[in-house]
């Protein structure tokens, strides 16, 4: 029986480009997924050859991407790639996260991962988001942050990260303590500075309702409504990393975020991040969010250079 049909979609969008991507690199993408069919864009329409079944399964994974671009008002190629790969749900589509930042625009997630890692930490009081650098591990995690202390969903916001020398030795460090540690929480700041003013971050400050400390400060501290960030783990220690999940008070919100290819302590040492994300998988309540070199959101030569040290 020859079930081959002809169809076509007719663009809502005036500007066609929205979707096609800069050079057609989106809807190239999408007709990968689909070579047993003829697809042919012409403007505001695209028509389809092919089996039935081939073609309906197209207009629906067509359908949602464009539902997916209504909803967050861009569609990257790395969008593309990650809702052909991952499926599609209400999860992927939805888009509800933002947070005025201090120039005046809006933070919000920026690739499907970025959502997820939302989505999980309404979800989960303990996440766990790895992948490699460029991704905005941290960033969506300081907006998460910062965004429950402006809704008084916390009381105090505490960013930590270990100090491991990645290749220098601190103790040649000029200054004093202050100034050795400086540099290490230097991305923690700079992520702050983005999406709270000067002044009012110093007000945070000095009440305490945001600090950033060395990991080794955490010991011996209970951290109750408090959403805590712990940055750079996959240089944490197996048992530095017990002792910061252990500081998780009743009403706190922890989120750990590393990259397990960047490792930084003796060869002799395991990693904290990687031992506990084994561990801790199967409990409840935890959530893991992985990104990989797909959701880099830096120049993209990053993306290519991941690739390299990959092989």
């Known amino acids: 029986m020859n079930d081959i049909v002809k169809d076509k979609i007719i663009l809502n969008s005036s500007n066609p480009i929205d979707i096609y991507g800069p050079r057609n690199c989106n809807i190239n993408l999408i007709k990968s997924h689909f070579e047993d069919l003829i697809i042919t864009p012409r403007g505001t329409q695209i028509f389809i050859k092919g089996h039935k079944i081939s073609v309906d399964r197209f207009k629906q994974t067509f359908s949602y991407i464009t539902k997916y671009l209504k909803k967050n008002q861009i569609l990257e190629t790395q969008d593309v790639e990650r809702l052909l790969n991952k499926g599609f749900n209400e999860t992927n589509l939805s888009f509800d996260f933002f947070l005025s930042a201090n120039n005046g625009n809006v933070i919000k997630p920026k690739t499907i991962s970025q959502r997820e890692m939302v989505m999980l930490s309404e979800k989960n009081n303990l996440l766990f988001s790895i992948g490699p650098a460029g991704t905005g591990k941290t960033y969506i995690a300081v907006a998460l942050a910062i965004r429950a202390l402006r809704n008084k969903e916390v009381k105090k916001v505490i ?36 999406m709270v003013s000067k002044e009012k971050l110093n007000s945070y400050m000095e009440k305490n309702q945001i600090e950033i400390v060395p990991l080794a400060f955490m010991r011996g501290r209970t951290l109750d409504k408090a959403f805590v960030i712990l940055d750079e783990a996959q240089n944490t220690t197996v048992n530095q990393m017990k002792m910061f999940l252990t500081r998780m008070g009743p009403a706190s919100k922890f989120i750990i975020c590393g990259d397990i290819s ?32 797909k959701d880099v959101i830096r120049h993209q030569l990053v ?6 040290y990959k092989k």
């Not at 930590?160 to 004093?176: K, Q, W």
């Not at 199967?282 to 893991?288: Q, R, T």
């Not at 993306?303 to 390299?308: D, G, L, M, V």
Request: proline share 8%; charged share 25%.
């Open 159 to 194: 960013l930590t990260r270990p100090a491991v020398e990645a290749g220098e030795n601190l103790g040649f460090l000029p200054g004093d303590l202050y100034d050795k540690l400086s540099p290490y929480m230097r991305p923690l700041y700079d992520a702050l500075n983005d």
């Open 262 to 293: 960047q490792v930084d302590l003796p060869k002799t040492q395991k990693s904290g991040l990687v031992h506990a994300t084994k561990i801790l998988k199967p409990l409840d309540g935890i959530g893991v969010v992985k990104f990989n070199e």
């Open 303 to 308: 993306k290519s250079i991941i690739k390299a």
